[in-house]
């Protein structure tokens, strides 16, 4: 395995330089990525059992608009995006999955909208674990689109429209964008979209050889032996995969408090950063505070390692005049970021450390090598071997991490107010989520309670660290959001 690996590293790098120099491929309908979604378990193998990767975007309001004239919005925004009208099925004839047509015309009422009524916030959270490991077999036998819209009216708070998505389909950026294109300001008048686009212009520099020598030596050193040897130290939060295979528990949401956008900010100011690097930070810190709770003996040793793992998006093509560009898009792969979870003199070095960690990710080309090393695997070796490496990679890791902006100012969507946001994904390994909106930040752990204990005081580890580094930093803006 490792020979085959390495040779595919080198391949992996010519691409690498073929990207830096600015040598471009032509666009496909389904990305690599999207085709290994699209099998039955998802990028892990038959063997483990594990349901495909479904993400789940939910908005919260003080009550639901009419559901005809949310059908009505839904039906005028979905017929402009191929995806959603279309399910996945398998071309003998190319031996891959590919997107095809629906069949007949979307039932909305029947199917695809959703209606329930729960007694208060928990409830929601209840009835979306309850959808967490759905197979998608049925809609793809029956050709029905891969999504739903869950309309859930609480009797005693706020209530949300959920948005539930085969991971197919798109990405976070794309679970944002397509609820972007739902809202409108108090007035009616339609919202700028977040920015998710980079003008790509060839660089004119020549890359240094001695620098792409060592992308080639990292890359395979952490690609490759992240794969197939090294491992995360077997805490207390290390859920356990007997032979790498999916634990089949019940997967729980552990929301945390809603924090404040403009004091996280602040941070990052004065410690010279940004705001993934302190959510990052705050990550590895509230994993440290939960250890030392616990009396996990690991969280003293030298050599203790808890790495998570983190979607890196790739940058989007800004749109070209007269060619309309789909929002529904998997661009990304997944990085390996090693947690600061040792000993430090202080939050503000852990912040530090998270920093040049993530620097040096970013500087090195490894996101384009690994994702073009996952492309050639899959096109070389086979779904098989693809994804039996995308196991042993996730099962090594401790932790999953997605942080997703969102908008500034609170939108509305059909006349109605959305006061916050969340995103919800159930993972192989605890997942921790993160999203922006309208000066907060939301956010939730979505863990097995069975093997991670005690995971309702994540949440408030995590704003305990993120007050250690303002009051580390002179930042006096409350972290928990002022409502």
């Known amino acids: 395995m490792i020979p085959l690996l390495l040779l595919l590293t080198l391949l992996a790098s010519v691409v690498f330089w073929l990207h830096q120099t600015g040598t471009r491929t032509q666009p496909r309908r389904m990305s690599v990525f999207s085709e290994i979604l699209a099998h039955e378990t998802g990028s892990f193998p038959k063997k483990t059992e594990c349901p495909p990767t479904t993400i789940h975007g939910a908005i919260f309001l003080e009550k639901l608009p009419p559901v005809e004239s949310l059908i009505a919005l839904f039906r005028e925004k979905i017929k402009t995006e191929e995806r959603f009208m279309s399910t996945i099925a398998y071309d003998f004839m190319r031996g891959k999955y590919d997107f095809v047509p629906a069949r007949g015309e979307i039932d909305f009422h029947g199917h695809h909208i959703i209606q329930a009524t729960v007694a208060d916030e928990a409830g929601i959270r209840a009835y979306v674990e309850g959808t967490f490991n759905r197979t998608w077999k ?61 003008t790509v212009s060839k660089s004119k520099k020549r890359v240094n050889p001695y620098y792409a020598a060592a992308v080639i030596v990292r890359a395979f050193f952490k690609i490759v032996l992240g794969s197939v040897i090294m491992a995360d130290s077997q805490t207390l939060i290390k859920t356990p995969h007997q032979g790498f295979v999916y634990d089949h528990g019940v997967r729980k949401i552990y929301q945390f408090p809603a924090m404040s956008l403009e004091a996280v900010k602040e941070i990052k100011n004065a410690v010279g950063c940004s705001v993934n690097d302190i959510m990052t930070s705050a990550l590895g810190g509230a994993l440290r505070r939960y250890l030392r709770h616990r009396n996990d003996p690991l969280v003293y040793s030298p050599f203790l390692q808890i790495r998570t793992l983190m979607p890196y998006a790739f940058p989007r093509r800004a749109p070209v005049p007269d060619q309309p560009q789909s929002i529904l898009k998997n661009g990304w792969t997944l990085i390996s970021v090693p947690l600061s979870v040792r000993a430090t003199r202080n939050a503000t070095a852990r912040a530090k450390e998270t920093q040049a960690t993530m620097d040096m990710i970013k500087l090195s080309g490894e996101p384009y090598i690994a994702s073009t090393l996952q492309d050639l695997v899959y096109n070389v070796a086979g779904y098989d071997v693809a994804a039996q490496i995308q196991a042993d990679f996730v099962f090594r890791h401790s932790m999953t991490f997605t942080n997703v902006p969102a908008f500034d100012k609170n939108p509305y969507i059909c006349g109605e107010r959305i006061l916050h946001v969340q995103p919800y994904v159930c993972n192989a390994v605890p997942q921790m989520s993160i999203m922006s909106c309208a000066g907060g930040l939301y956010g939730n752990f979505v863990v097995n309670p069975e093997t991670f204990v005690e995971a309702e005081l994540l949440g408030q580890f995590v704003v305990k660290e993120l007050e250690e580094l303002a009051k580390e930093n002179g930042i006096t803006t409350p972290i928990l959001l002022q409502v």
Request: aromatic letters at 10%; a negative charge.
């Open 138 to 198: 049925q809609e793809m036998a029956e050709g029905r689109p891969l999504w739903y819209f869950h309309l859930l009216e609480n009797t005693s708070g706020l209530s949300a429209i959920v948005l539930e998505l085969h991971h197919a389909i798109g990405d976070g950026m794309s679970l944002v964008l397509f609820f972007s294109s739902l809202y409108t300001d108090k007035d009616g008048q339609n919202l700028p979209m977040p920015d998710a686009t980079k």
